[in-house]
């Protein structure tokens, strides 16, 4: 994958506003090409400027949250994602017709 891919999905979840969650599949979707989701988890996993891109706002296609979330891992997804406002369903998901993009 080019870095030219990789910006691009950078430039996607920058554009996530606070308080709101996009899934992977959407970010690749919104890159460029819907069957880049992989690759979007792979990006944000090396994201180059973690405390810039906000790759907590990124999600499974199930609302769930990272089990390794690669900046701080356990809960600290779902610890910033609560910070910004969202609430958690009961089985642990995000809404996505309430909070996604």
Known sequence: MSG???QRIYDVVCSIPKGRVATYGKV???AGNP???RV???ALHNNPRPGEIPCHRVVNREGKTAE???FGGGNR???LLEAEGIVFEKDGRVDLKKYGI
């Open 4 to 6: 030219d891919v990789f």
């Open 28 to 30: 690749a979707m919104l």
């Open 35 to 37: 069957r880049w989701a």
């Open 40 to 42: 979007v988890g792979y």
């Open 68 to 70: 390794a979330f690669a």
């Open 77 to 79: 997804q779902r610890e």
